[in-house]
Structures are given as C-alpha cells and as structure tokens.
C-alpha cells in the first residue's frame, strides 16, 4: 500500500442501516452513463461497465433491489454517481477484536507481529479484566468529594492476570520474558518548547522491544509488569501452529477498527484521540459510520485500438469478481504544529473525546494507511468540512 494511491476506477459502499449504497464509476471507466447497468446476482451485485463486467459478492442477508438503480450526478474528470435501493435481510456480524476473544483457563502464546517470533508462551489466565477507561482519573476527580484514593496508584496485574486496557494488555512478567524481550531507557519524545516551558527533565520511558527483530511492543511499566501494545502483539491459542503471514498495514487497520467499534458501542463514543505515550495528540478520529460494506476495484489502464480499449481501461477477463467488505466510515486531521490549530484545541479540552495511546511509529503508519484510503476515494467523497474521510476494514 502507497501513500500515492490512484483513485479506483469503481467505487461501492453500501449501508446496511440504510438500505442504500453509492456506485462510483471512474469517467474513463464509464464513457456513456448509459452503458453502465447494474443487476442483482446470486448473493452478489453484477455491475456491466464498457469492456467487460465485474461480480462483487455480498455478504449474506444483503442483496440489490431490483430496479432501484438510477444516476445521481456524472461529474466530468470524476465520474458517474450512481444510487441504489439494498434488501437487508440480517445485518453483517462485524468481527471482535483480540480483547473479546480472550477466555480464562486457556492457553495462549503472545508474539511478535512484525517478524512473528513467539514472545511469551502458554500463558494460562485466571483472570481476564478490563481497565478502568481512559478518562477514568478525571471522572474520579470529578465525582469524589474527598481526595482521589487512587493518586499515584498503579493498577497492576498478579501473576495469572491480564488486564486489558483500550489499546494495550497488562501482563505479568515470567523467566522466560528476558530471553525474548529487551528493555531499553529512553526519554518520552515531546515539543521541545513543552520541556523549557516546564524547567522539568524530560519523562523516561522504559520501552519493550523484541529481540529478534528490534520493534517496540510496549513499556515495563513496573519491574514486573508488561504493557504489550495490541497492534504489535500477536494473540494466538497455543498449539495453533504455524502463524500465519498478515500484511503489516492490513493487520493494523483491522485491529483499530475492531477497537474503535467496539468502544463506541459500548460506552456511546465516536471521538478519539489518537496519541503517543507522552500525551500528545497525533490524529483526531471521529466515527462517522459502522455498517458499511465497501470494496473498489483498479483498473489497469491499456494502450489498444479494439473497441473494449478505446476509453484506455479494460476489464480484465469477463468478469473480475472481489467482495464487499466490513469497514468503519472516519473522519479524521491529523495534529500537525499550526495546522487546525482551533480545533485540535477544542477536541483536546472536551472530556467526550476518547483517548487511544500507541507507539509514535505505529501513528505515523496509521496516518499514512488513512491517507492511502483517501487517496484512492473519488475526489468528491474525500472531504467532510475540515476533516479528511477514510475507511477502514474489519
């Protein structure tokens, strides 16, 4: 995946809620709206384009209502805009995120996402609890009418606990973690101006990294305890045999989104704060929608005088078949120095917005796969006032 991403030559996203979707044909695609036709298949949306015709699979419970296909807009150097009317007979289950899936006495193996190298082994919890939320010493000051009982207090796991936390898991260490895992101490990167402005040194950070490759996994947050990131972490059943190989932006985007899901439908939140271990806010996120189905389809250019290549785009094959899939709607501004400044000020004063902590590189590979969704949007679809639009997959 680019930064640089050419726009789809189709486009599709589809609202489960809404029974509606939007049909994006690229103009160099669609030559003549009126040879662009859409039809319903078996458990699929068969879209007939000059040169050849594509299959996109639907996932159960959702088909085309027959008929209900009609032109919007054709905008030049854009495209054709085209709606359409969904039958939604059952909504699509979206997956859960790794939090969910842990169970109490099973066995589980953490690993390295990166180069897959197995952390820690056999991990059999007897406890798996949540952290209290992000904005949880706010609360607290808020409602106690006595001094906070938790100041300075850490939650720390026992031995055969997890505690998960909204971005990160809180393990205990064991014997075997000092072979696996390095601890290297380093200050917590921030504006230098925030450290003069302060008179104070600078917050060290005790990093966890993995031996074989060198990628940061988390922090020792106490001599021993573990704070292991779940978007460097993988989490397997043990005995599951070999793991198997996930693009590094595809496994990133999944588990954000599956988070982001998550904690909007559980505790009613739809702005986060994306933000490094130091505080600083790195990309604001507002979720904008949570039952879309989208997919697009490149389509290579071609150099031919037949009559299938002479708007330059072709087809490849008579059909070329790909599936919707599951994906969260954002709307999001990265917190760049003097850029939106107003608004990055006002989210950050507002105790509704959520706060996410990664590692700053993971943010900035979070930036760039938002930034390749956008790039590949047609150009109308890629602005919401201020805000930058993406999708991310489930």
């Given at each position: 995946?680019?930064?640089?991403?050419?726009?789809?030559?189709?486009?599709?996203?589809?609202?489960?809620?809404l029974?509606?979707?939007?049909?994006?044909?690229?103009?160099?695609?669609a030559g003549?709206?009126?040879?662009?036709?859409?039809?319903?298949g078996?458990?699929?949306?068969?879209?007939?384009?000059?040169?050849g015709?594509?299959?996109v699979?639907?996932p159960?419970?959702?088909?085309?209502?027959q008929?209900?296909?009609?032109?919007?807009s054709?905008?030049?150097?854009?495209?054709t805009?085209?709606?359409?009317r969904l039958q939604?007979?059952?909504?699509?289950d979206?997956?859960?995120?790794?939090?969910?899936?842990?169970?109490?006495?099973?066995?589980?193996?953490?690993?390295?996402?990166?180069?897959?190298?197995?952390?820690l082994?056999?991990?059999?919890?007897?406890?798996?609890?949540?952290?209290?939320?992000?904005n949880w010493?706010?609360?607290?000051?808020?409602?106690?009418?006595?001094?906070?009982?938790?100041a300075?207090?850490?939650?720390?796991?026992r031995?055969a606990?997890c505690?998960?936390?909204?971005t990160?898991?809180?393990?205990?260490?064991?014997?075997?973690?000092?072979q696996?895992?390095?601890q290297?101490?380093?200050?917590?990167?921030?504006d230098?101006?925030?450290s003069?402005?302060?008179?104070?040194?600078?917050?060290?950070?005790?990093?966890?990294?993995?031996r074989?490759?060198?990628?940061?996994?988390?922090?020792?947050?106490?001599p021993?305890?573990?704070?292991l990131?779940?978007?460097?972490?993988?989490?397997?059943?043990?005995?599951?045999?070999?793991?198997?190989?996930?693009?590094?932006?595809?496994?990133?985007?999944?588990?954000i989104?599956?988070?982001?899901?998550?904690?909007?439908?559980?505790?009613?939140?739809f702005?986060?704060?994306?933000?490094?271990?130091?505080?600083?806010?790195?990309?604001?996120?507002?979720?904008?929608?949570?039952?879309?189905?989208?997919?697009?389809?490149?389509?290579?250019?071609?150099v031919?005088?037949?009559?299938?290549?002479?708007?330059?785009v072709?087809?490849?094959?008579?059909?070329?078949?790909?599936?919707?899939?599951?994906?969260?709607?954002?709307?999001?501004?990265?917190c760049?120095?003097?850029m939106?400044?107003?608004?990055?000020?006002?989210?950050?004063?507002?105790?509704?917005?959520h706060?996410?902590?990664?590692?700053?590189p993971?943010?900035?590979?979070?930036?760039?796969?938002?930034?390749?969704?956008?790039?590949?949007?047609?150009?109308?679809?890629?602005?919401?006032?201020?805000?930058?639009?993406?999708?991310?997959r489930?």
């Amino acid at each position: 995946m680019e930064e640089n991403v050419a726009q789809a030559g189709v486009f599709l996203e589809l609202r489960q809620r809404l029974q509606s979707g939007l049909l994006v044909v690229r103009s160099d695609v669609a030559g003549d709206p009126s040879e662009v036709t859409v039809s319903s298949g078996e458990g699929s949306l068969r879209i007939e384009i000059p040169g050849g015709k594509l299959c996109v699979q639907l996932p159960p419970g959702v088909s085309l209502m027959q008929g209900s296909c009609r032109e919007v807009s054709n905008t030049p150097g854009e495209g054709t805009h085209l709606r359409l009317r969904l039958q939604v007979d059952q909504h699509t289950d979206a997956p859960r995120s790794v939090m969910r899936k842990l169970q109490v006495k099973k066995s589980y193996d953490f690993s390295c996402q990166r180069c897959r190298e197995r952390l820690l082994t056999e991990r059999v919890f007897s406890r798996v609890l949540p952290l209290p939320n992000g904005n949880w010493n706010t609360l607290v000051e808020d409602w106690c009418c006595h001094p906070d009982p938790f100041a300075n207090r850490k939650l720390l796991p026992r031995p055969a606990d997890c505690l998960l936390g909204d971005t990160y898991f809180l393990l205990s260490k064991d014997e075997r973690c000092d072979q696996k895992l390095l601890q290297e101490s380093n200050p917590a990167q921030s504006d230098a101006s925030d450290s003069e402005n302060s008179g104070q040194k600078p917050k060290r950070v005790n990093s966890v990294l993995c031996r074989n490759c060198g990628a940061v996994l988390g922090e020792a947050i106490a001599p021993e305890t573990l704070k292991l990131y779940i978007t460097e972490t993988l989490v397997e059943p043990s005995n599951d045999g070999v793991l198997g190989k996930q693009h590094r932006w595809l496994f990133l985007e999944q588990t954000i989104a599956a988070r982001l899901l998550e904690l909007s439908s559980e505790q009613s939140i739809f702005r986060f704060s994306l933000q490094t271990p130091n505080g600083k806010a790195f990309i604001l996120l507002w979720l904008l929608n949570t039952d879309s189905l989208v997919t697009s389809v490149s389509l290579p250019t071609t150099v031919g005088s037949d009559a299938s290549s002479r708007r330059g785009v072709r087809v490849q094959g008579e059909h070329q078949s790909c599936a919707a899939c599951s994906a969260v709607k954002v709307l999001y501004l990265p917190c760049a120095p003097s850029m939106h400044q107003d608004i990055v000020d006002t989210w950050e004063k507002d105790v509704s917005v959520h706060p996410l902590t990664l590692p700053q590189p993971t943010c900035q590979e979070v930036t760039r796969l938002l930034t390749a969704s956008t790039s590949s949007l047609p150009p109308s679809l890629r602005k919401m006032n201020s805000y930058q639009v993406a999708f991310m997959r489930l």
